[in-house]
């Protein structure tokens, strides 16, 4: 085993090298983002975001277009953050960040209960203007 003139190991300086790689693809210092703070453990606050948001769509009628729509992209992301890919490759496939989908999240959360107050899926389509 060769030594440096630190006197380390080849094999210890591979070692933290690997290490710091590993450790640098798994975890970022930022978002890049103001007013987005890392959130360490996102893939598991997103599972559970997203299981609240299917549950909470049940109050919906299934037939309107709102709650197949964000069915459609909550069980898309749902699948994302469920795989076993690592962080960069789940931004990479929904296109946006973690945490910006935890504050869409949220926001979806938010807006349900107004979605059910409302009932925007009541009623007749508006007739195409005849102009």
Known sequence: VSTQSTGQTTFAMAFRLVATRT???TSKITTG???YPVVADAPI???ALYAQTLEELQGIPSTAEYRK????IT???LKVVSSDKGVDA???EVGIQLEEMIA???DELSLIPMMA???PWVGEAAEPSQN
């Open 23 to 25: 450790m640098c693809a």
């Open 33 to 35: 983002i103001t007013g």
């Open 45 to 47: 606050a997103l599972q």
């Open 69 to 72: 729509n964000v069915e459609a």
């Open 75 to 77: 069980n898309y992301r």
């Open 90 to 92: 789940m931004e990479e």
């Open 104 to 106: 869409d999240a949220k």
């Open 117 to 119: 107050e409302w009932k």
